[in-house]
């Protein structure tokens, strides 16, 4: 009697496919692929910092190209600067998910690194408010590799070893968007901060915005040299070439020497057919949950910086950039610690839906202790600074690694680009519209402080708890549905 559990085809491996390499390298090997991780911890940490490291000078750099006309307008202008990154990856992340299951994941890895280097280099240069928004968004369009580089970081590991692939790539992308911020803070204006170093005549101080990008594409060079060495992990295969396989030669996989060419059209002909993704609803009502906490990050990313460095008249804390990227440093480690030893064991106690729901829960009340802290002063001042936004940075990423993980086991393996792809156009859209409407908001509020319903700075960190709220709302059955692949 036929063992019905022997599958009907042997596994075969085709000698030019990278894709079927990768394959048998993670037979061959059990262990963790440390190699093929710390090229998914460098890409992602190069991706992400450019995204927020202007937002500490962003305040100041607007005051200097002169664009806005009072000091309270200031806002306004630099939300339309942060929005232009996010606007140009809106329009190409879809597009650049599919170029990576089509073409590979290295080439879009490679093109988007290679955009950091020039387009952030560039708008350290900037010499105009317009030069500033078409820098970022040509930056934002050409730097599609987030979701690639979570498809890739699934596919160089073993099964067992998926989920520290995955949370590699959110470690690092939250540690680049403290990290950004903070380069932004301490070498801005370097002429004014180390004037023992830097004179006000010399390139860094005709540039003052120029050295903290300069230090970002330093990076992003090597990155890019070190990347040349990724291994590609797409499968492609030619099905005129594979030929028949039967029953007798099922019980180990072989490897097809005798196949040289790979197509990009190869289909097995027995796989079912593609799942539409639009209609696999515990994807899709993830990413949506998923775009409503990335419009509040986004935005509090955007006001927070605005915030703490605009004067205590109107309702800030008057800190410097120095100080602002002190403060984001110091959340930095604490969230690297976090995430590698505290978050684990949360979401093994609690699941991936469940911790989210209780950072969202933490968040509300925390935000509308922001606006109180203008009555401090002092040491003191920086030390319940550095505890909020720490606390405030450790609930967010809590919230966006339970959404990674929802996201990723509702598909299979070959649709992850794709899947990936839609989460980032629409993470992306969404963020375009936080920082814009971020500094519509925080220069309104700026404008009424003497207002009987929520003076001041209170609107805004109102308006940031409206959104937290309605993510929390959306995170509950029956709309957020956990996938049961």
Not at 294 to 305: K, R, V
Request: glycine letters at 8%.
């Amino acid at each position: 009697m036929a063992d019905n559990t022997v599958p009907l085809l042997r596994k075969a491996y085709f000698e030019n496919c990278p894709g079927c390499k990768q394959d048998r390298r993670k037979e061959a090997n059990s262990g963790i692929p440390y190699k093929e991780f710390f090229y998914v911890w460098i890409v992602t940490l190069c991706t992400a910092l450019p995204i927020s490291s202007l937002f500490p000078f962003i305040y100041f750099m607007i005051r200097d190209l002169h664009i806005a006309k009072r000091e309270e307008d200031i806002g306004f202008y630099a939300g339309f600067v942060g929005a232009s990154f996010m606007l140009g990856r809106a329009l190409t992340s879809f597009h650049w998910g599919v170029i990576a299951d089509r073409y590979g994941r290295k080439p879009v890895i490679l093109i988007g690194i290679f955009s950091v280097i020039i387009f952030n280099t560039l708008f350290g240069l900037s010499t105009s408010y317009w030069m500033a928004i078409t820098t970022r968004l040509l930056l934002g369009s050409l730097n599609g590799l987030l979701g690639p580089i979570k498809a890739y970081s699934i596919e160089v590991s073993r099964k067992e070893h998926q989920a520290i692939g995955l949370s590699l790539v959110t470690t690092a992308w939250g540690i680049g968007l403290i990290i950004g911020p903070a380069i932004g803070g301490f070498f801005a204006q370097p002429a004014e901060k180390y004037p023992g170093i830097f004179s006000q005549d010399s390139f860094f101080g005709r540039f003052p915005y120029f050295l903290p990008c300069l230090c970002i594409s330093v990076f992003a060079v090597g990155v890019f040299i070190a990347s040349m060495w990724i291994p590609e992990t797409l499968h492609k295969h030619n099905s005129k070439q594979l030929g028949g396989s039967t029953s007798e030669d099922v019980e180990t996989p072989s490897y097809r020497s005798d196949l040289k060419g790979c197509a990009d059209e190869y289909e097995e002909k027995d796989s079912p057919p593609k799942e539409n993704l639009f209609k696999n609803w515990p994807l899709m009502s993830s990413v949506i949950v998923y775009c409503i906490f990335s419009l509040h990050d986004m935005a509090y990313t955007e006001i927070f910086s605005l915030w703490a460095v605009s004067d205590k008249s109107y309702g800030g804390l008057s800190l410097s950039s120095q100080e602002v990227g002190e403060v984001l440093a110091v959340s930095g480690v604490g969230l690297l610690v976090y995430q590698i030893i505290v978050y684990p064991s949360i979401e093994r106690f609690l699941g991936p839906i469940r911790s989210m729901r209780v950072a969202a829960v933490l968040s509300i009340p925390l935000l509308v202790a922001f606006p109180y802290m203008t009555n401090l002063s002092g040491r003191v001042l920086i030390l319940i600074v550095n505890c909020a936004s720490l606390l405030k940075n450790i609930l967010s990423i809590s919230i966006i690694i339970g959404l990674f993980i929802l996201q990723n086991n509702a598909v299979s393996q070959e649709q992850r680009g794709a899947a990936n792809g839609i989460a980032m156009t629409g993470m992306s859209i969404f963020k375009a519209i936080a920082p814009a409407a971020a500094g519509i908001i925080f220069s309104w509020a700026q404008k009424r402080q003497d207002a009987s319903f929520f003076p001041g700075d209170q609107m805004v960190f109102f308006a940031l708890n409206i959104v937290e709220f309605i993510g929390l709302l959306l995170s509950f059955k029956p709309f957020l549905i956990q996938s049961s692949k």
